[in-house]
């Protein structure tokens, strides 16, 4: 059963079709990956299916929901997280706080049981920081809780980015090229992390650019080129798929000329 | 530690009316205590929520006329409204600031940043352009006289010393309510919309929800020291609504440092008592805006993150 269904979704930014008419599933357990050369629109369909920015056209099925148009943080509490493709954590706070955050869904507090100090607030704050140290401890920053987020290097600001992404407890996990700028270590120790979030029943959408990661890690891989999909396969399949070489050398083309 | 510190805090200023004997010093710690409740209102915000109102003194004077009308009592075309006790005339105020502060947190969501501030000067505006032209109701710029002050369980709050602990008390709750709202899931909301929004919505945060509970209960606090103040000076006039005290609570807060606890208190405190205390030495009032102004700017420029960070860091280096 596809958990994501997206159905002839378009994004127009004024004379510019970032996205055609794109098709795709994700199945419930996979890990598809979505790639293809700078500009071709991986990012604009992420921010179109997670309730960035109103597609022009189309629709996108979460658990057979059409989520077109609803806000964000619900499409967010139905199981749909995207992280991003920028660095992005909540800066001035400590890694701790930051998972507490993502934890947000998962709190039950009422403004007045707040305010009023119930005793059930305290015994939820308990429970939360017990979870968010838990997830610390899952992506190895358990030494780094209390270190504002903004100060850590920057491959475990990515790694937080994800555990924040964990707490919000997707179901569907978008990631928007997660090792970027990680050195090779990182990233094979990354793709392990990928196999562990696997395990815990998340299915991934996974937009990245290391092509070593995503063969090693995707079940199917979608190749977009200028808003359009060109491919579609196994990684072995798209490896090999002539119009994928083409849009890829062409990019690395358009670049030594410019 | 820290605890031992709070608690002889408070007894010192919950004693201080019977050692310090001085009407004229319990007059301004009153007015400062009344300012330093606004500036904890507005720091949450500020600080945490990240929303600069330049405005927020709408909710102080909406709060002043809103419970001096309804202790009053009033007889207009539409509506009479015969006196009431004071105390519900207070929570009348707290509520009418709150509600305004409803709307003004729903708009806070279509609108933010730069066009927000504005929003929010041209709402104390309109606020206090109603207050002027509303003579029936208003009096106008005659001001509202004779407002009385609060009696509650037999006691009235008429002198100096009983307005000081009504003040320092709801000044204490209002911390309390500030302290348990950002140490929970709602203030961490905040936090992390003020922070970084987008990352604050991909992990469910509300935006509306969020920015209106901040707007709500900070108008309403807001809402709660214009009433206090109301019923202390008895006289409310729309002078109330002068840019300047917006000013006086954002300097408040932005000195003090914003998004701590402590620095709405520190900060009120400072820029509280210092014209007062400058006047102590007979110093020129022109020479007193200078140092006020030059010790506003010295904290800005040395300490932008604001005076308890900066104390914070320091003992921290300490030990
Ligand atoms: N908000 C926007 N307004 C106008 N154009 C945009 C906007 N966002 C993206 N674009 C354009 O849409 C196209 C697709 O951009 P997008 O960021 O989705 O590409 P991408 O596949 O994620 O690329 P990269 O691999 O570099 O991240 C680009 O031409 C880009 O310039
Ligand atoms: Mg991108």
Redesign the interface.
Do not use: C
């Given at each position: 059963m596809a958990l994501l269904a997206v159905n002839n979704l378009s994004v127009r930014f004024g004379g510019l079709l970032a996205i055609e008419s794109l098709s795709l599933e994700v199945r419930e357990g996979e890990v598809l990956s979505l790639i293809g050369p700078n500009g071709a629109g991986k990012t604009t369909a992420f921010n179109a299916i997670?309730g960035?920015l109103r597609p022009t056209g189309g629709e996108v099925f979460f658990k057979d929901k059409n989520i077109v148009g609803r806000?964000?943080?619900d499409i967010?509490?139905l199981g749909l997280?995207?992280?991003?493709q920028k660095t992005?954590?909540?800066?001035?706070?400590s890694a701790l706080?930051n998972i507490?955050?993502?934890l947000?869904?998962t709190?039950k507090?009422s403004?007045f049981a707040?305010?009023l100090?119930l005793p059930s607030?305290a015994r939820?704050?308990r429970l939360l920081a017990a979870e968010a140290e838990r997830i610390l401890d899952f992506v190895n920053l358990q030494n780094k809780k209390d270190e504002l987020a903004g100060a850590l290097p920057y491959g475990e600001q990515r790694l937080l980015e994800v555990a924040?992404?964990l707490?919000?407890k997707p179901k569907l996990l978008l990631l928007d090229e997660p090792v970027s700028g990680m050195n090779p270590s990182e990233t094979a120790s990354f793709m392990a992390k990928l196999a562990e979030i696997r395990a815990l029943g998340i299915t991934i959408l996974l937009v990245e650019h290391d092509m070593k990661m995503v063969m090693g890690v995707s079940d199917r891989v979608v190749c977009l080129s200028q808003g359009r999909i060109i491919a579609n396969g196994t990684p072995a399949e798209i490896q090999s798929n002539p119009e994928v070489i083409r849009a890829y050398l062409g990019e690395r083309h358009k670049r030594v000329v410019s | 530690m820290k605890a031992a510190f709070t608690i002889a805090g408070l007894v010192v200023l919950a004693t201080l009316p019977w050692w310090l004997d001085n009407p004229y010093i319990l007059h301004v710690l009153i007015v400062t205590g009344i300012f330093i409740i606004a500036a904890i209102s507005l720091n949450l915000l500020l600080g945490y929520a990240g929303q600069l109102s330049l405005g927020h003194v709408a909710f102080f004077g909406i709060g002043a006329y809103a419970s001096s009308l309804v202790s009053l009592g009033f007889d207009i075309s539409l509506l009479t409204l015969k006196p009431k006790p004071v105390w519900m005339a207070m929570l009348a105020g707290i509520a009418a600031a709150g509600l305004c502060g409803w709307l003004i947190g729903r708009i806070a969501f279509k609108v933010r940043g730069a066009y927000f501030v504005i929003v929010s000067i041209s709402f104390v505006e309109v606020v206090r352009l109603v207050a002027v032209n509303w003579v029936e109701l208003t009096q106008g710029p005659m001001a509202l006289n004779n407002i009385p002050p609060l009696s509650l369980l037999g006691i009235s709050f008429l002198k100096k010393p009983s307005n000081y602990w009504l003040v320092l008390t709801v000044a204490v709750i209002s911390y309390v309510?500030v302290k348990?709202?950002v140490?929970?899931?709602?203030g961490?909301?905040m936090?992390?919309l003020a922070?970084?929004e987008?990352?604050?919505?991909?992990?469910?945060?509300?935006?509306t929800r969020t920015l209106v509970?901040a707007t709500v209960?900070s108008a309403a606090m807001a809402g709660a020291a214009g009433a206090l103040y109301a019923h202390y000076i008895r006289i409310v006039d729309p002078d109330v609504f002068l840019f300047i005290y917006t000013v006086t609570m954002v300097i408040m807060v932005v000195t003090g440092g914003k998004g701590t606890l402590a620095g709405p208190i520190i900060g009120g405190l400072i820029f509280g008592l210092l014209p007062e205390g400058l006047r102590a030495f007979s110093i020129k009032p022109e020479i007193q805006w200078i140092i006020y102004g030059v010790l506003m700017l010295a904290v800005v420029y040395f300490l932008p993150a604001g005076i308890v960070p900066a104390l914070k860091r320091r003992l921290r280096w300490l030990s």
């Open positions: 997670s960035y806000n964000t943080n967010a509490a997280v995207r992280t991003f992005s954590v909540f800066p001035n706070r706080e507490l955050i993502g947000h869904l709190s507090q403004p707040i305010m100090a607030v939820d704050e924040i992404a707490a919000a | 309510l348990r709202l140490q929970s899931k709602a961490r909301a936090v992390a922070e970084n987008p990352l604050a919505r991909s992990v469910g945060v509300d935006v509970l209960v």
